[in-house]
């Protein structure tokens, strides 16, 4: 079982930045896709941006152009590059790993954003 721990959440003001990371207990080498999700209060949790093992990313429409994902397999380690931060973006964001009969969470880390 793979432990996924998320850091880097904090209070941000609006137009400002942070980097989410996710470091895995094992080698993600096998994970084919790694994830970053997202649930704001009273909201479902939805995707923000995936990366595939062959570097190949997907963003919701709401953060494209304003997030990057990213991946180091020799770290084992994931990223989330947050910029020009909007209220809106304020939630607890989950790291996920998914692959062939594995789905692994992480237990998120919270971002606020506010003046």
């Known amino acids: 079982q793979v432990q996924l721990v998320e850091s880097g959440g904090g209070l941000v003001q609006p137009g400002g930045s942070l980097r989410l990371s996710c470091a895995a207990s094992?080698?993600?080498?096998?994970?084919?896709?790694m994830g970053w999700y997202r649930q704001a209060p009273g909201k479902e949790r939805e995707l923000v941006a995936a990366i595939a093992n062959g570097g190949s990313a997907a963003y919701a429409d709401a953060v494209k152009a304003r997030f990057t994902i990213s991946r180091d397999n020799a770290k084992n380690t994931v990223y989330l590059q947050m910029n020009s931060l909007k209220p809106e973006d304020t939630a607890v964001y989950y790291c996920?790993?998914?692959?062939?009969?594995?789905?692994?969470w992480g237990k998120g880390t919270l971002v606020t954003v506010s003046s």
């Open positions: 094992e080698s993600i080498f096998s994970i084919n896709v």
């Open positions: 996920n790993g998914r692959g062939t009969l594995m789905n692994y």
